[in-house]
């Protein structure tokens, strides 16, 4: 786990890079916590688009989040490129696994449980999403993570609207709703682009990044059937500005990452953008 002493790391915007599907990097106060780590080509039947896989993404990670354990989510091949004394953060019933494939530091959280992370605190919330790894194993609880310090970044996992999300949090800076999924269909407990729009007007964060769209694919429909890994941030950010015109919208295409700091939402939508081949590009929108 990599140790910071400086307090002007609190000061500095926080980074969220969206590495793909439900993987993003979030760096804030100094720490960097990965989510649901994808960080393969391959999936089962799943292919990733030809996004490449930067290896200091994994690297001098404070905390891992699981949000469930579907296969593109929790993905074990994945958590073994990573440093092995990495902390997992999971759901109940995820433990008894992670330690048979010898991951010892792993903390399950139930739904409404907290924990600290260096100046961080990390809440476990309810998703409406069926968690189980598949339909004949033992049920567990789909998740999404409120991460609390000088800034409030809400990561969703996978899931579809519920009511709580009217009071996840009063104070919410950014909000990485999933869009869409893997193929050209979705099924029960998703957010399609029109219902995370609306979405917004319950979580009201002041930016919102889309997740879960443009990665991981079937074999053959990158090619075949290609608009779905494309569309659906579009469309969400579409139907946001006319359900939701006070949350800014950053769509950042996988590979890429953005910065934002809590000042900054006073008066533009977004200070800087990093592309996956290391250009830092500006794009500073009025609000």
Partial sequence: MTVYNSSSLIDSPATIT???????LIEMDGLRILTDPVLRGRVWHLRRKKVPINPLWR???????????????????????????????????????LRRHNFRCVQELAIGQSLSIGS?????????????????????????????GSRVVY?????????????????????LLPVWGWGPTLGQGHLTPYRAALSLQMLKPKLAIPIHWGTLHPVGFGHLKPRFLYDPPQVFARYAAHLAPDVSVQVVAPGEATYFDRAVFQKSHIVRRQTADGRTVDRCKKR
């Avoid at 969206?18 to 993003?24: K, N, S, V």
């Avoid at 404070?62 to 993905?75: E, G, K, N, T, Y």
């Avoid at 899931?159 to 104070?171: G, H």
């Fill in 120 to 148: 961080l605190t990390i809440t476990a919330t309810y998703a409406n999403h069926n968690g189980a790894r598949h339909k004949f194993s033992t049920p567990t609880d789909a998740l999404g993570y409120l991460i609390r």
């Fill in 59 to 97: 690297k001098n990670i404070d905390a891992v989040l699981i949000s469930h354990l579907h296969w593109d989510h929790f993905d074990l091949p994945s958590l073994r490129l990573m440093e092995a004394d990495n902390c997992i953060i999971a759901p109940l019933g995820a433990a008894r696994m």
């Fill in 18 to 24: 969206y590495i793909g599907h439900a993987t993003t």
């Fill in 155 to 175: 990561f969703a996992g996978d899931t579809d609207l519920f009511p709580e999300m009217n009071s996840l949090a009063d104070d919410l800076d950014a909000a």
